[in-house]
């Protein structure tokens, strides 16, 4: 079985400041991590993804992840957020154990709120 | 959203009647997904189907059917026997080959709302 969690609802920063959006998975074997955005009454956009290699993954729009197996983490990031990153965050997992398993399990989503 | 079309954006039917989400992908996707979207719940899968004339049921198929007769279409039906149909519903598609796992690419959704 796989889950995603994402702690947090809600996101709040100013604008120039840090963002990190949590999230922690379960799976039983290793994971392909991805994260997703969406904006209102939209469909979702892919932001980045890990499958292996370096921990560290750099997506759209000035995003990075980084993947921790120790902590079972893919934390999203953002050195300096924009007013335009207001947004749905959606962290998703797929355990690549079962070979004919093409499912994603998709965690709550975390709204972030970037005020000006 | 490039690449996949979902129609009609909004629709709105009385309960009881049996109704019909398009989705169609001009990206040569082998796979295609059905998720539904409730506030505060994230998606849940409805069915996939990873070729032409097969599919199988995801998370919360009860009340759902689906056809996959062309590699670019993906129709979902959302019947009488669905409890709560009123959600937005999103299709997805990927590229799959062998065990690499790609992203998948969403389409706009259909919000429905059946009264």
């Known amino acids: 079985a796989q889950s995603v969690a994402q702690p947090e609802d809600q996101v709040n920063v100013a604008e120039g400041n840090p963002l990190t959006v949590k999230c922690t998975y379960s799976v039983s074997g290793n994971p392909y991590l991805f994260w997703y955005v969406q904006y209102p009454n939209r469909g979702l956009q892919f932001l980045l993804k890990?499958?292996?290699?370096?921990?560290l993954v750099k997506g759209s729009y000035g995003f990075e992840a980084e993947f921790n197996k120790s902590q079972t983490s893919f934390h999203l990031k953002k050195p300096s957020a924009l007013v335009s990153d207001s947004a749905l965050y959606f962290c998703a997992v797929r355990d690549i154990r079962g070979e004919n398993d093409y499912k994603l399990s998709f965690g709550a989503g975390t709204t972030v709120t970037v005020r000006a | 959203d490039g690449g996949i079309t979902q129609s009609p954006k909004y629709l709105f039917r009385k309960e009881g009647q049996n109704v019909t989400l398009s989705c169609e992908q001009n990206l040569n996707h082998d796979a295609m997904y059905w998720y539904r979207q409730d506030p505060g719940q994230g998606l849940r899968l409805i069915y996939y189907?990873?070729?032409?004339?097969?599919?199988q049921k995801g998370d919360i198929a009860e009340g759902y059917s689906v056809s996959r007769e062309k590699k670019e279409s993906f129709p979902l039906t959302v019947t009488s026997a669905q409890k709560n149909p009123t959600a937005f519903y999103l299709c997805a598609s990927a590229l799959e080959q062998g065990l690499k796992s790609y992203e998948q690419y969403f389409g706009p959704g259909t919000r429905l709302t059946v009264t």
């Open positions: 890990y499958i292996t290699g370096d921990n």
């Open positions: 189907s990873q070729i032409v004339n097969d599919f």
